[in-house]
Nanobody, 113 residues
Framework: QKQLVQSGGGLVQPGGSLRVSCAAP????????MEWYRQTPGKQRELVAV???????NYADSVKGRFTISRDNAKNTVYLQMNDLKSEDTAVYYC???????WGQGTQVTVSS
């Protein structure tokens, strides 16, 4: 199955926190790199966080120190914890299984007072 199912997102005030989740039905979840992207209208989709099967993480400079990607292999789920949110973080967030056509449906995150 190629569908990834996202949850979370919504409206949050600047400085607030939000967590988005992505469930990956099927087998071999623990073997794959998982990624979070975000996209604003008129801009190219941006890779913001990556986690490998071994738990190594990488982040875009714009979110480093504020966002944390994690995974729970028992639940076939990857998370993005977003802290100290800024208006510039407003975007549609997508999870992705690295090297595949497995994408989540996207979830809107809006940071506004």
């Amino acid at each position: 199955q190629k569908q990834l199912v996202q949850s979370g997102g919504g409206l949050v005030q600047p400085g607030g926190s939000l967590r988005v989740s992505c469930a990956a039905p099927g087998t071999s979840f623990s073997l794959y790199v998982m990624e979070w992207y975000r996209q604003t209208p008129g801009k190219q989709r941006e890779l913001v966080a990556v986690i490998t099967s071994g738990g190594t993480t990488n982040y875009a400079d714009s979110v480093k120190g504020r966002f944390t990607i994690s995974r729970d292999n028992a639940k076939n789920t990857v998370y993005l914890q977003m802290n100290d949110l800024k208006s510039e973080d407003t975007a549609v967030y997508y999870c992705h299984r690295g090297g595949t056509l497995y994408w989540g449906q996207g979830t809107q995150v809006t940071v506004s007072s």
